[in-house]
């Protein structure tokens, strides 16, 4: 087995986990969770021992499924209130020797030198380019050689309250955290490809009670701006207008109704029991044309924020989160946007679902890290992955889980 990774993400509907294995530039799923959260607001943790029982049981899951114990995780957080900046850090290369992996290390922590880091804690410092002995300008600079080395570095850091009650939580779920970014760093490593790293885009992330808009400059995070609306708006909806109970609400949304109501079907009805216990039928057609209303206003609330954020031109706009899963929400998007936007679409087997594009980024995000540090990193121990391939084995071969894991018992 090669590099094991395990990412989460704190949300304020579900906790999210997954753990990956990197082969051959690949990733596989090992294990994914979403489970049930609870002591999350908008993101932020409001109750620490609260939240801490929901990571354990979503750990629990992980944990059953592999055998073995998660003990070190890259988490990725809310940016909310997070701040960006630009920074310079430069560093002379001994003997005009070939680069290394030390020397971009020094020259990232010489563009941290002297930052004031008393009320916002550092999460992310990521290099926009590198310049060689004032002359050649790369992205990678590993392997060239040169007398000196210069980096602009854009450097995202958050409050360190937020900061501090998420790494509690963790540590009292009995995991380390080994890693920290933000969530639209992660949905942005989940999209990315050659294309988006050299034009300015946006990425929305329609979230439980709140939707994330954040502008991207070559791979840079440079905006980033919270809406306060989101999934559940629909579900209060749905509940107010037909009298339901907000769990049903989410139920039909996700099962029964369709993002455009031009495409629901009139003769489609279901019977749902209204809160005075008597009975009523609800059309497709109904519960859509109210759905359509509240996601047609998020799009374009969010439209509205990247004008606000940036007057460049947009490239292009992703749309990722729970609700984008929601049946002919491409339509949707479609009309609101044109073709410069597009649902995100996550094709890893296993985690084949919008809702983990944050968790499934933060562990891309880390790797490509450690790659431009010259770094490896391994989040189980030797023991920890014999145990890991003596349950996968177990499973039988003609299952659907043991030809998933196929891959993991010729390597």
């Given amino acids: 087995m090669d590099n094991i990774y395990t990412g989460i993400e704190l949300g304020t509907d579900s906790i999210k986990i997954v753990v990956l ?121 590993k392997g060239f050689r040169g007398s000196f080395l210069e980096s602009k570095v854009v450097i995202g850091t958050m409050p360190k309250e937020s900061l501090y009650r998420t790494l509690e939580v963790l540590k009292l779920s009995g995991v380390e955290a080994v890693d920290v970014t933000f969530t639209s760093t992660g949905d942005y490593f989940t999209i990315k490809n050659k294309r988006v790293d050299d034009i300015v885009g946006a990425i929305i992330n329609i979230g439980e009670t709140s939707t994330n808009v954040s502008v991207f400059n070559s791979g840079i995070q440079i905006k980033n701006s919270l809406i306060p609306v989101g999934s559940r708006n629909v579900d209060r909806d749905i509940s107010y207008i037909f009298h339901i109970e907000e769990a049903l609400s989410r139920k039909l949304k996700e099962t029964f109704a369709v993002s455009m109501s031009s495409y629901a079907d009139n003769n489609d009805m279901v019977e749902v029991s209204l809160d005075d216990d008597s009975k009523k039928e609800i059309s497709q057609v109904g519960i859509s044309k109210v759905v359509e209303a509240r996601v047609r206003e998020i799009l374009k609330l969010a439209k509205n924020e990247i004008k606000n954020l940036t007057n460049r031109e947009i490239r292009y706009i992703i749309i990722t989160g729970g609700l984008s899963e929601l049946a002919g929400f491409s339509y949707l998007v479609d009309e609101e946007f044109g073709a410069i936007a597009k649902v995100c679409n996550i094709s890893i087997i296993g985690i084949r679902h919008n809702k983990y594009s944050s968790a499934l980024g933060a562990v891309k995000y880390f790797d490509d890290k450690l790659a431009l540090r010259g770094k490896s990193y391994n989040m189980f121990t030797g023991s920890d992955i014999e145990n890991l391939v003596s349950v996968q084995q177990k499973v039988t071969s003609n299952s659907i889980i043991g030809k998933v894991f196929g891959h993991f018992f010729d390597n």
């Fill in 21 to 141: 294995e990197k082969h051959d530039s690949k990733y596989y799923v090992l294990s994914s969770v979403s489970s049930s959260s609870s002591g999350i607001k908008n993101g932020q943790v409001v109750d620490i021992k609260v939240a801490a029982s929901s990571v354990r049981e979503a750990l629990s899951q992980v944990e059953e499924m592999l055998g073995i114990r998660v003990t070190k995780v890259v988490v990725a957080v809310s940016p909310v209130d997070c701040q960006m900046d630009i920074v310079v850090g430069s560093s002379d290369i001994i003997d005009y020797n070939e680069i290394s992996g030390e020397d971009v290390c020094n020259v990232l922590n010489d563009a941290l030198r002297g930052q004031d880091f008393s009320e916002y804690e550092l999460i992310t410092a990521m290099p926009i380019s590198f310049k060689i002995d004032e002359e050649k300008e790369v992205s990678d600079p």
